[in-house]
């Protein structure tokens, strides 16, 4: 059993940065798919990004990393866009042969972190 626990979401102006982190605590992290997703107020829950994958929205602003050391990944955000406001969610899933795009695919989620970016 994993538990996922992401922190680093605020309030930030169109332009700028946020870093996201998700703790992970709980027997072999580096053996987990990790992977970002956020939902916007009315909207579905959308893929954003894992290793080597981004959502098009994003490319380019977004990078993912993690530090398999500290059970810990991160999401760092550049050039932030009011349509980036979202809850983020951090996802870790056992079996990563799959889409890491389908969230469908995921064992197990954090409770959220708000972003919002302002115009």
């Known amino acids: 059993q994993v538990q996922l626990v992401e922190s680093g979401g605020g309030l930030v102006q169109a332009g700028g940065s946020l870093r996201l982190t998700c703790a992970a605590s709980g027997p072999s992290f580096s053996n987990y798919g990790m992977g970002w997703f956020r939902q916007a107020p009315g909207k579905e829950r959308e893929f954003v990004a894992a290793i080597n994958r981004y959502a098009d929205s994003v490319k380019g602003r977004f990078t993912i990393s993690r530090d398999n050391a500290k059970n810990t990944v991160f999401l760092q955000m550049n050039s932030l866009k009011p349509e980036d406001t979202a809850v983020y969610y951090c996802?870790?899933?056992?079996?990563?042969?799959?889409?890491?795009?389908?969230?469908?695919?995921?064992?197990?989620w954090g409770q959220g972190t708000q972003v919002t970016v302002s115009s």
């Open positions: 996802a870790a899933r056992i079996h990563r042969n799959y889409d890491p795009s389908l969230g469908g695919t995921y064992d197990y």
